[in-house]
T-cell receptor, first 111, second 112 residues
Framework: GEDVEQSLFLSVREGDSSVINCTYT??????LYWYKQEPGAGLQLLTY???NMDMKQDQRLTVLLNKKDKHLSLRIADTQTGDSAIYFC???????????WGAGTKLIIKP | DVKVTQSSRYLVKRTGEKVFLECVQD?????MFWYRQDPGLGLRLIYF???????EKGDIPEGYSVSREKKERFSLILESASTNQTSMYLC???????????FGSGTRLTVV
């Protein structure tokens, strides 16, 4: 079936690295995405990775894709209080790029 | 940048009322989506539209309908609002080429 799974919560100390993990099931997915949702707001596209890539880096963000295990991760270096949010993993499906969503991981920053 | 605007941030309606949620995008995108978001359930697709007057049911269409009379506007309609439709509603527009969705700020609907 179609399922994208993530842990519901992750707690890290300010300044540490955060690693948010996601597993997906559809090996034919073309793109995989990370979205961020701050409290009371809509979702904002953080980054995406094409399925033929293994890694993508953008400033403090590193996305790793393991196609064999269907595992996607988002690493946030030097986590700051402004990174507190819910992070959603999503995979694309079909020619109209419908997305299958994970339930979201709430990132909690401890001082 | 693409802008997706949802007309209301907060809405309170009574059970049985007909409710319209409006969404407008400014980039001539063909694909638009309506989701509802509930804690622990992530995003669930209600309806999507891939062109004017074209619509497809998502995973949870019951109790909802949609209208796409113009390309920039995609409306979600609750025919007779019920308390189990209290939720956050998110509209999104798809950037062609797989470059992801742009979301509106969301409408938090409470049905009393």
């Amino acid at each position: 079936g179609e399922d994208v799974e993530q842990s519901l919560f992750l707690s890290v100390r300010e300044g540490d690295s955060s690693v948010i993990n996601c597993t997906y099931t559809d090996s034919s997915s073309t793109y995989l995405y990370w979205y961020k949702q701050e409290p009371g707001a809509g979702l904002q596209l953080l980054t995406y990775i094409f399925s033929n890539m293994d890694m993508k880096q953008d400033q403090r963000l590193t996305v790793l894709l393991n196609k064999k295990d269907k595992h996607l991760s988002l690493r946030i270096a030097d986590t700051q209080t402004g990174d507190s949010a819910i992070y959603f993993c999503a995979e694309s499906k079909g020619s109209n790029y419908q997305l299958i969503w994970g339930a979201g991981t709430k990132l909690i920053i401890k001082p | 940048d693409v802008k997706v605007t949802q007309s209301s941030r907060y809405l309170v309606k009574r059970t049985g009322e007909k409710v319209f949620l409006e969404c407008v995008q400014d980039m001539d995108h063909e694909n638009m989506f309506w989701y509802r978001q509930d804690p622990g359930l992530g995003l669930r697709l209600i309806y999507f539209s891939y062109d004017v007057k074209m619509k497809e049911k998502g995973d949870i269409p019951e109790g909802y309908s949609v209208s796409r009379e113009k390309k920039e506007r995609f409306s979600l309609i609750l025919e007779s609002a019920s308390t189990n439709q209290t939720s956050m509603y998110l509209c999104a527009s798809l950037t062609p080429g797989g470059y992801g969705y742009t979301f509106g700020s969301g409408t938090r609907l409470t049905v009393v």
